[in-house]
């Protein structure tokens, strides 16, 4: 099968997600090609798939363009997956194009449900959008009633499939990079985009309750920020934990990133609101127990006393309380790291590779219609 994965992220979960289906995909057989953005971070890993770098997201690329649209009619794709919900209308103004050009099916994997900044047209546009595609993947159960009564999915024609290690590529392609954590510290790691949906406030505000228990407990904040951290970094500095917390605010390198979470002995994800999440998976791929809020899915991978704990949003006792069993006692830990392993082996790119073409050949055994 032919088969265009559209990515115009560069970089970030969204990214790694389709590079590992596209291998695997590859791996079955499959001809399989990406369109991309400019500064393609995956440029450097090995690949079963043709990559082209063809948006920019400061400037129209019309050179760029034609190739790809020259490609396109060479390629003559059977299917077309579209990745990522944080720009709806220009997802549309992908699928008004290539219908033009190809008789592709057009199937989509949104991965966050809404776009991280909310505008008044997002909704309108992926009610339209939903309408155009064959089929949508889920990575989470609990995103069902969001696409299907929020933005009018047909219920049958949307499959849950969930995220494997998104990052194992980083075990065995790339040298890690030390984050420089002292080595009699207790490392706690929250890590992804800095958003206000992300719960940061309330794991700050648990700190101090942490470093009650455990006084060598250390916190580091990593991830590209899509908001104001001022407020964050004055908190910090208010409750006096300077020497105990760092806030990298800003997106670090691939080796950087292998570097905090083979340091880490507990992963935080203190969500308020959300929908799923690729560091859940890396996580795990790690071998590093979660302590995660019930919200966005979580508690279909987190399981209390497995490979994590499941804690109230927005409680920042019993927040810190889940943190600090798991530093505290080294037995249990060595436990949740087991589990986390064998979480992490459930499910590979493999079996989602498999899923995945099953619905492909489904969606190009249906006659298309005129309007799709």
């Known amino acids: ?17 389709t590079h590992n289906l596209a291998n695997a ?22 690949r079963h798939y043709r990559a082209m770098e063809v948006f920019d997201r400061y400037r129209p690329r019309p050179i760029r363009l034609l190739q790809f649209l020259r490609f396109i009619l060479a390629f003559r794709p059977q299917v077309v997956h579209l990745q990522g919900a944080q720009h709806p209308a220009l997802y549309l103004a992908f699928w008004c194009g290539l219908r033009a050009a190809t008789s592709a099916r057009f199937v989509y994997s949104p991965h966050d449900v809404l776009p991280n900044k909310l505008r008044g047209y997002h909704l309108r546009a992926l009610r339209l959008f ?19 009564d929020r933005l009018g999915a047909d219920p049958h ?8 290690d998104l990052t194992a590529f980083l075990r065995t392609d790339l040298a890690s990079v030390p984050p420089g954590i002292p080595a009699d510290r207790k490392s706690i790691l929250c890590f992804g985009l800095i958003e206000p949906r992300k719960g940061i406030g309330t794991l700050i505000q648990a700190f101090p309750q942490i470093l009650e228990r455990v006084p060598q407990a250390h916190l580091s904040i990593v991830g590209k920020p899509l908001m104001d951290i001022a407020p964050y970094l004055d908190e910090v500095q208010r409750l006096g934990l300077q020497d105990h917390v760092d806030i990298r605010p800003e997106y670090v390198s691939f080796a950087e990133m292998a570097g905090f979470f083979e340091r880490t002995d507990v992963v935080v ?20 127990p979660i302590v995660a809020t019930t ?8 399981v209390t006393g497995e490979n994590g704990f499941l804690v109230p949003p927005k409680d920042a006792p019993s927040l ?10 080294d037995g249990l830990r060595a436990r949740l790291q087991c589990g986390a392993r064998q979480s992490a082996e459930r499910h590979s790119w493999s079996e989602i590779a498999q899923k995945t073409e099953a619905v492909y050949t489904e969606v190009v055994a249906v006659p298309k219609s005129p309007g799709g």
């Open 269 to 288: 994800l203190p969500y308020e609101a959300g929908w799923n999440s690729g560091v859940i998976a890396s996580a795990l791929g790690y071998g590093k």
């Open 320 to 329: 810190a309380a889940a943190v600090a069993r798991v530093l505290e006692d």
């Open 1 to 17: 099968m032919r088969i265009l994965f559209i990515a115009p992220a560069p970089r970030a979960g969204t990214l790694q997600y």
């Open 295 to 302: 919200v966005a899915g979580f508690d279909e991978i987190v």
């Open 130 to 148: 939903y309408q155009k595609m064959q089929h949508v993947f889920l990575s989470a159960r609990t995103n069902l009633s969001d696409v299907v």
């Open 25 to 46: 995909l590859g791996d079955r057989g499959h001809e399989v090609a990406l369109a991309t953005g400019l500064d393609f971070e995956l440029k450097d890993f090995p």
């Open 157 to 164: 024609a949307l499959t849950i499939l969930p995220i494997p």
